[in-house]
């Protein structure tokens, strides 16, 4: 059917590019390109069909665009990190690709999640007749897509929504993230907003807090809330929506190490002096962490991500809860990472798969829960990460 590019070779470039190669009568060409090429070989080596791999700083958006010109995919896949979200945009624009992602652009020296930078890229996709899907990972991505099928097969309106986002897996590492840690950590230290009656409301991070039971045994966790990014273009889309917030679950261990880096600066992302030179405490902090995709082969158990309803259908209050359970050794069997990477790959591959076939299509910048939500939903099911919903 096409060409893909996947820019960015980190744990879940390696989950896209073995997803990708699944699906050869959709994606009959994958290049696999990112900073660092030896790290695109490694990738292509695991997988048994041919991935033709490269090295690009995406930041540099010339040299993006003659690698585009040079490979002419059909649709670009940016898995590397949200700082290039802009930068990849700009070259897909000068070169007439489709764009995907998995994470809203954020600013390198400041912890701001928001769309408007690239929705502001609206009218420019229009006028290039492309498209640009943003944010088909899982949270963001699955549980914007859950949301859209519970307002179309459940609800007349949604009045509350809640994000649960629960790893309920063990690395047995003292301390380590499941996805780039300088993204993770500053997603958690920001300031938590929710939204209330019509505005976003601002808590201390991680102030609230409850417990939750996940279905099929994965068992009882704390879960914190704060801020992501879905919530913005969810209450956008679904305007009807009066309460909506995101939770994460963390464990002690976690949050204990956590607080201690924050009390002693090593997750400041403004540059400090150090014998001479300017590091940022956080960066460096990434250095010394274990890398996520070393994580694959220690993580056991489960993940549990879904979206709890609350509205109304023919008149009747509903409650109802759609979710996703995956478990980390089965990512690990099949493309050899865990499930927080093979949660937001394989996502990003079935999102590339819609803009491939024009399952989902149209000119300009979409969140998720703009299209129909069935095709993704069965392709869920299909792609190895199945769902199940009940009534609460
Ligand atoms: P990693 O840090 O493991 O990988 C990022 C990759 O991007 C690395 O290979 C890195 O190269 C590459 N990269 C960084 N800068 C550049 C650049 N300037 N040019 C080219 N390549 C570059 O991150 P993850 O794989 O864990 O995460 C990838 C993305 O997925 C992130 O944006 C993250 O926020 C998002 N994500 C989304 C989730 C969701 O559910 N929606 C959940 C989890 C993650 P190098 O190896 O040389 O550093």
Redesign the pocket.
């Known amino acids: 059917m096409g060409k893909v590019l996947i ?8 989950v896209v590019a073995h997803k990708c190669a699944q699906v050869p009568e959709v994606f009959e060409e994958i290049t696999l ?4 090429k030896s ?1 695109c070989d490694k990738i292509a080596s695991q997988i048994k069909s041919k991935i033709n791999t490269a090295g ?5 958006v010339p040299e993006l665009v003659s690698l585009i010109k040079d490979v002419k995919p059909d649709l670009i896949i940016n ?6 979200d802009l930068h990849i945009m700009d070259a897909c624009l000068e070169t007439g690709v489709n764009y995907i ?3 809203n652009y954020e600013p390198l020296d400041e912890a701001r999640f928001c769309y408007k930078w690239q929705w502001d890229y609206q009218k420019k996709f229009e006028d290039a007749g492309i498209m640009a899907l943003l ?7 699955v549980t914007n897509v859950f949301t859209a099928y519970a307002k179309k097969h459940h609800f007349d309106e949604i009045h509350e929504l809640d994000i649960v986002d629960v790893n309920g897996g063990n690395h047995g590492q003292p301390f380590a993230t ?3 840690p ?2 993770n950590i500053r997603e958690v230290t920001a300031v938590c907003r929710h939204w209330e009656n019509g505005k976003f409301i601002e808590t201390d991070a991680m102030s609230q807090k409850k417990s939750f039971d996940c279905p099929e045994e994965v068992g009882t966790y704390n879960i914190y809330r704060m801020y992501h990014e879905e919530l913005e273009s969810l209450v956008k889309h679904f305007p009807e929506i009066k309460k909506a917030q995101f939770w994460m679950s963390f464990s002690e261990n976690y949050l204990k190490h956590l607080e201690v880096l924050q009390n002693v600066g090593m997750t400041r992302i403004d540059p400090v002096i150090y014998e001479g030179r300017e590091i940022i405490p956080l960066q460096f902090l990434k250095a010394v962490l274990p ?3 070393s994580l694959g082969p220690l993580t056991k158990g489960r993940t549990c991500i879904g979206c709890i309803c609350k509205g109304i259908k023919d008149g009747k209050e509903k409650k109802y809860y759609v979710y996703n359970i995956c478990n980390h050794e089965d990512a690990f069997k099949e493309v050899q990472s865990q499930a ?2 093979y ?2 790959g394989v ?1 990003a591959m079935i999102g590339g798969m819609m803009v491939m076939k024009k399952i989902w299509s149209g000119k300009g910048v979409f969140n998720m829960e703009q299209f129909d939500p069935d095709p993704f939903m069965d392709a869920l099911n299909r792609h190895g990460l199945p769902w199940k919903e009940t009534f609460l």
Do not use: C, H, M, W
Request: proline share 9%; hydrophobic share 30%.
């Open positions: 820019i960015g070779a980190g744990g879940v470039g390696q390109a990112s900073r660092t790290k690009v700083d995406a930041d540099n898995v590397a990190l949200p700082y290039q992602d998995t994470a944010g088909s990972g899982f949270d963001p991505g499941n996805f780039n300088e993204i890398d996520p995709s927080i990477s949660t937001t996502p």
